[in-house]
């Protein structure tokens, strides 16, 4: 059976914050990912990296996937970041305005450099025109690096964009498409970006359904109030891993080995439906193995 991780929600906690960064341990998101970068203040940067590497080395967040949101190589912190959350020990980085695939081989580079795992990951933020524009260099350069994630940074997008991030997000349904088809094209993992009003519930629930529908693994959160939402879409129905268990038991009896189509509840069902199958459950199930 193929093995998932459950990534549907993904909260930013500002490093800043130790409060925040020890209320994130009771927290039912399935990624936390620690920020030095927007929403720390340049003067508070030090004192940031200082408790989220503390935090990291610390532990204490069960089964929750820990990321660390480091500053640019090109910044003042970026280096400094580097080190010491690769020191930490978390379970990957996440780089900011990632641009080309020779720069996520410099991150890549940087961080064994810096002693990071070889289990561990690289998750790139993509939010500029450029990095929309270089989506399939830099998903390619998942081939020998520690790529693992695309994560859509809509906000800056926006920016410089000048797109207006309105309901059904019509400015950038290109940028979300090309994102999750090159991350898919390389076996990525594809996070949406966040939603940026707390108290629009409905606003924030049709996103995540809308990103479902794009083929997003997950979305990145601003509150902890969005987790449970986040958790919900994102999970596989209770119907739908079902039909998968169907499938896949079907395609194993005796009668159907080396079939390429067969007939499941009445419909036709092929190969291809069953390797989605298997995906289905596998999440599933890491998603009850999360909970227990």
């Not at 906690?13 to 203040?41: F, H, Q, R, T």
């Not at 940031?48 to 503390?54: C, F, I, L, M």
């Not at 003042?76 to 080309?100: F, R, Y």
């Not at 940074?153 to 999750?180: H, Y």
């Amino acid at each position: 059976m193929t093995t998932a991780r459950p990534r549907r929600s993904c909260l930013y906690m500002p490093g800043a914050n130790l409060k925040a960064l020890e209320k994130a341990k009771s927290l039912a998101a399935d990624v936390l990912i620690l920020d030095l970068e927007d929403s720390v203040a340049p003067d508070a940067k030090e004192t940031a990296r200082a408790q989220v590497a503390g935090a990291v080395k610390a532990g204490g967040y069960g089964k929750r996937e820990i990321i660390v949101r480091v500053n640019g190589l090109s910044t003042p912190w970026g280096k400094a970041d580097i080190e010491a959350a690769c020191a930490a020990g978390p379970d990957g980085v996440l780089a900011p305005k990632i641009e080309s695939g020779e720069q996520v081989r410099a991150l890549d580079a940087a961080l064994t450099g810096a002693g990071l795992s070889k289990q561990a990951a690289l998750w790139a933020n993509i939010e500029t025109p450029r990095a929309i524009l270089n989506i399939a260099d830099i998903a390619a350069a998942a081939k020998g690096t520690r790529l693992a994630c695309f994560v859509m940074g809509l906000n800056d997008l926006s920016k410089e964009t000048r797109a207006v991030q309105r309901p059904g997000r019509a400015g950038f349904q290109t940028a979300l498409s090309m994102g999750v088809l090159a991350a898919r094209a390389e076996g990525l993992i594809a996070i949406d970006g966040v939603f940026n009003d707390i108290a629009d519930g409905a606003g924030f629930e049709a996103e995540c359904r809308q990103a479902l529908e794009f083929g997003y693994d997950g979305k990145t959160l601003i509150h902890p109030s969005q987790i449970e939402a986040a958790n919900k879409i994102f999970a596989p129905a209770a119907e739908e891993v079902a039909q998968a268990r169907a499938v896949i038991a079907a395609f194993a009896l005796p009668e159907n080995v080396g079939k390429g189509v067969i007939k499941v509840g009445g419909k036709m069902t092929e190969l291809l439906h069953m390797h989605e199958a298997r995906r289905i459950v596998a999440v599933a199930e890491a998603i009850e193995a999360q909970a227990s």
